[in-house]
């Protein structure tokens, strides 16, 4: 099953309302783009942020000196963190609609990328494909860090699994209409998401952890045997 066309739907009709509970940055996304920082303090580093949501991070990233970029495949998530940046003094030029499984970027572009609680919307064989364009765009020794839900998280444990589709959620989300969205979430344990990611498509797992109901993925670009030749 390909889920991306639900997923935007689901993260359109949220909109705005999205931003209004997703307002603090997690200590570990902090934590890393410091680390970073500290690694190369002379470089201005360039970072992806692959599925920026409402914007938090890009603020973040721009407030501590990063070359930040950042793509969503829902418009009215990538409206709301343009208008954030506006709002900051930026354009919002350097945010785009995109899928991150066909990234509209040329290779070897990003030192580093972020990807914050989404690829827990796709099923593994998609996780691959947005592996692939990571890996592409990514520059030789570039990090990328990625965080998951947990099965264990308090919304996981509240929404309707999938009769069918296993470690498939469905977690709803109520509009301020009472309406109910409902979104889609592969969320296996992080032994089994470990066992399809320790190495993929020229990305090193070097650390993964479970942190409250966060899975976090620490990966770097290894260099490919024939750039070891030179």
Not at 53 to 75: E, M, Q, T, Y
Not at 83 to 91: F, P, T, V
Not at 96 to 107: G, K, T
Not at 218 to 225: D, H, I, N, T
């Given at each position: 099953?390909?889920?991306?066309?639900?997923?935007?739907?689901?993260?359109?009709?949220?909109?705005?309302?999205?931003?209004?509970?997703?307002?603090?940055?997690?200590?570990?996304?902090?934590?890393?783009?410091?680390?970073?920082?500290?690694?190369?303090?002379?470089?201005?580093?360039?970072?992806?942020?692959?599925?920026?949501?409402?914007?938090?991070?890009?603020?973040?990233?721009?407030?501590?000196?990063?070359?930040?970029?950042?793509?969503?495949?829902?418009?009215?998530?990538?409206?709301?963190?343009?208008?954030?940046?506006?709002?900051?003094?930026?354009?919002?030029?350097?945010?785009?609609?995109?899928?991150?499984?066909?990234?509209?970027?040329?290779?070897?572009?990003?030192?580093?990328?972020l990807s914050i609680a989404v690829l827990h919307h796709l099923p593994?064989?998609?996780?691959?494909?947005?592996?692939?364009?990571?890996?592409?765009?990514?520059?030789?020794?570039?990090?990328?860090?990625?965080?998951?839900?947990?099965?264990?998280?308090?919304?996981?444990?509240?929404?309707?699994?999938?009769?069918?589709?296993?470690?498939?959620?469905?977690?709803?989300?109520?509009?301020?209409?009472?309406?109910?969205?409902?979104?889609?979430?592969?969320?296996?344990?992080?032994?089994?998401?470990?066992?399809?990611?320790?190495?993929?498509?020229?990305?090193?797992?070097?650390?993964?952890?479970?942190?409250?109901?966060?899975?976090?993925?620490?990966?770097?670009?290894?260099?490919?045997?024939?750039?070891?030749?030179?």
């Open positions: 099953m390909d889920p991306r066309n639900v997923v935007k739907l689901a993260y359109d009709s949220i909109g705005s309302e999205f931003g209004k509970k997703r307002t603090n940055t997690w200590d570990f996304v902090v934590d890393w783009l410091k680390g970073l920082i500290l690694k190369q303090p002379a470089n201005n580093l360039k970072l992806l942020i692959a599925g920026c949501g409402n914007g938090r991070h890009v603020k973040l990233a721009n407030d501590l000196g990063f070359d930040v970029f950042a793509i969503d495949i829902s418009p009215n998530m990538v409206s709301a963190t343009i208008q954030s940046e506006i709002e900051n003094g930026r354009d919002g030029s350097n945010i785009l609609v995109s899928d991150i499984c066909d990234l509209p970027y040329l290779d070897n572009e990003f030192d580093a990328i593994f064989d998609l996780c691959e494909n947005a592996f692939c364009e990571f890996s592409r765009v990514l520059s030789t020794n570039g990090e990328v860090l990625i965080s998951c839900w947990d099965p264990s998280a308090p919304s996981v444990v509240k929404g309707e699994r999938d009769e069918e589709q296993k470690n498939v959620v469905w977690v709803s989300w109520t509009l301020p209409d009472s309406s109910i969205v409902s979104r889609y979430y592969h969320v296996p344990k992080i032994d089994v998401r470990i066992k399809h990611w320790k190495e993929i498509h020229g990305l090193v797992c070097n650390h993964f952890e479970l942190r409250n109901s966060n899975q976090l993925f620490y990966f770097s670009k290894s260099k490919l045997p024939d750039e070891l030749k030179h």
